[in-house]
T-cell receptor, first 114, second 112 residues
């Protein structure tokens, strides 16, 4: 079946640095990908919708300059957490779907900012 | 607007016990309903889904029926196993299938 892969699965960084997380659709093309954030013991909150070849659409309350999203190809979207702070520590999950198909989720990336 | 409310956990059951995790929703239009499962350290996996009223989704012994009259999509399994220990999320998608709304998740631990 369709697979969505994220990298890295775990990353630890120092406060003030930037971190890039990749989301790839391995066997289908995805014009749209979605980025979620999951706090401990809470649900997934949609952060933004990533559109291939155009700007991402951010949900209310999500800082677009903080969370940079680039969807450069039909199989790759990246989320860059800029000038990371400890409060950005979280589990970030991406998802994508083939045309009119099921939504598939990546394995998630756990970010820890020291 | 659209939202999902699911039973708070954590839930601890003995192996072979009956499982019910309640999920209710509010939605405009005709949403599709889903249950996702998240095993420790992993992303979400689709467990089952139903796309219209009275549909029953089933997979791996789990079942849920789309009840429009009670706006519910409760997850059930007749006999849980230790390997079912995970966090379960109820979700709905809007008519486009692009916007997903998740419940807060219910952690299930099954003990031998």
């Amino acid at each position: 079946g369709a697979v969505v892969s994220q990298h890295p699965s775990r990353v630890i960084c120092k406060s003030g640095t930037s971190v890039k997380i990749e989301c790839r659709s391995l066997d289908f093309q995805a014009t749209t990908m979605f980025w979620y954030r999951q706090f401990p013991k809470q649900s997934l909150m949609l952060m933004a919708t990533s559109n291939e070849g155009s700007k991402a659409t951010y949900e209310q309350g999500v800082e677009k300059d903080k969370f940079l999203i680039n969807h450069a190809s039909l199989t790759l979207s990246t989320l860059t957490v800029t000038s990371a702070h400890p409060e950005d520590s979280s589990f970030y999950i991406c998802s994508a779907r083939p045309m009119a198909g099921e939504l598939f989720f990546g394995e998630g990336s756990r970010l820890t900012v020291l | 607007g659209n939202s999902v409310t699911q039973m708070e956990g954590p839930v601890t059951l003995s192996e072979e016990a009956f499982l019910t995790i309640n999920c209710t929703y509010t939605a405009t239009g005709y949403p599709s309903l889903f249950w996702y499962v998240q095993y420790p350290g992993e992303g979400l996996q689709l467990l089952l889904k139903a796309t219209k009223a009275d549909d029953k989704g089933s997979n791996k012994g789990f079942e849920a029926t789309y009840r429009k009259e009670t706006t519910s999509f409760h997850l059930e399994k007749g006999s849980v196993q230790v390997s079912d220990s995970a966090v379960y999320f109820c979700a709905l998608s809007d008519n486009t299938g692009n916007q997903f709304y998740f419940g807060t998740g219910t952690s299930l631990t099954v003990i031998p």
